[in-house]
C-alpha cells in the first residue's frame, strides 16, 4: 500500500513535468509499471496570476485551498505543489488545510544540505526571487542564497511566463539562463535552484556552469518517499 498523492497544480508544463516524475520513477521501487494513485486540481493560471500580480496572497490561498479540499475529498492523503511562487501562500494553506502538506523549498533544502552546498542561486520567477520562500527555508537549513540583479530578474520572468509555461523552449534562452547561472558563479554560488517548475525543461545539466537543483523532480522524489512512508 501507499499513499494517496494529492498534486495542487498551476502551470501547466510543471505540473506535468511533477506527475511525469512521479510515474516514471515509482517502478523501481514499486515494480514494472506501478506508482502510487495520483490525483490532481488546478484552477487556470490566469486565475493565479491575477493575485499574484497584486500581491493577493490571501486569494492565492483562497485557490490552493479550494484544490487541496477537492483533494482530500477524494482520497489524498498529503499534498504537493509543483509550483515554487505559490509556495509564498504556502503558511496560510497548511494552517487550513485537511491534509499535509510537503514544501518545495524544503524538498530543495534537504538535497543542498546532504549535498555539502552553501550558497545556491535561485532563478525563478521575479515574485519568486524577490519573495520569503527560498530565503527563508534555506535559513532554516543553514544555506545561503542570492538572487540576480533586476534587469535579470525581469528578462527571466518574461522568458518564464511569454516562454515556458506555454511550452516554448528556445536555445537562445538556454543560454541566456547559462549566461545568469555562470555570473552567479562568480559571485560565490556554488550550485543554482531550478525555482521555477518549467525551468528544468529549459536548462540542461550537462552544460549549466553550476550543479542544478531540480526544485519540480525533487518535489516529486520526495512525494514518492513520503507516499511510501505507510507508517
Not at 18 to 35: D, I, S, W
Not at 121 to 134: E, F, R, S, W
Request: with cysteine; net charge negative.
Amino acid at each position: 500500500m501507499t499513499k494517496h498523492i494529492g498534486i495542487v497544480a498551476c502551470s501547466a508544463e510543471g505540473a506535468a513535468l511533477c506527475y511525469r516524475t512521479l510515474c516514471a520513477e515509482a517502478p523501481r521501487v514499486l515494480g514494472e509499471h506501478m506508482h502510487p494513485e495520483v490525483s490532481m486540481h488546478t484552477y487556470p493560471l490566469g486565475d493565479y496570476m491575477v493575485p499574484i500580480r497584486s500581491g493577493d496572497w490571501d486569494e492565492v490561498a483562497r485557490l490552493m485551498l479550494s484544490s487541496v479540499r477537492k483533494l482530500a475529498d477524494i482520497g489524498a492523503e498529503f499534498a504537493i505543489c509543483p509550483d515554487n511562487t505559490i509556495h509564498q501562500a504556502l503558511d496560510i494553506v497548511v494552517a487550513q488545510s485537511p491534509i499535509p502538506w510537503i514544501h518545495i523549498a524544503e524538498a530543495v533544502a534537504g538535497s543542498a544540505q546532504a549535498q555539502g552546498f552553501k550558497t545556491l542561486a535561485i532563478i525563478g520567477t521575479k515574485y519568486l526571487m524577490t519573495g520569503p520562500v527560498y530565503r527563508e527555508v534555506l535559513g532554516r537549513f543553514g544555506v545561503a542564497s542570492l538572487i540576480p540583479g533586476e534587469p535579470d530578474r525581469e528578462r527571466i520572468d518574461r522568458i518564464i511566463f511569454k516562454e515556458l509555461v506555454n511550452g516554448v523552449f528556445e536555445e537562445s534562452s538556454r543560454g541566456f539562463f547559462n549566461a545568469v547561472i555562470q555570473g552567479m558563479k562568480d559571485r560565490g554560488c556554488d550550485a543554482v535552484v531550478l525555482g521555477c517548475t518549467e525551468i528544468p525543461l529549459l536548462v540542461d545539466p550537462s552544460d549549466c556552469p553550476l550543479p542544478a537543483l531540480d526544485s519540480t523532480r525533487l518535489l516529486a522524489r520526495a512525494a514518492l518517499t513520503r507516499s511510501l512512508d505507510t507508517g
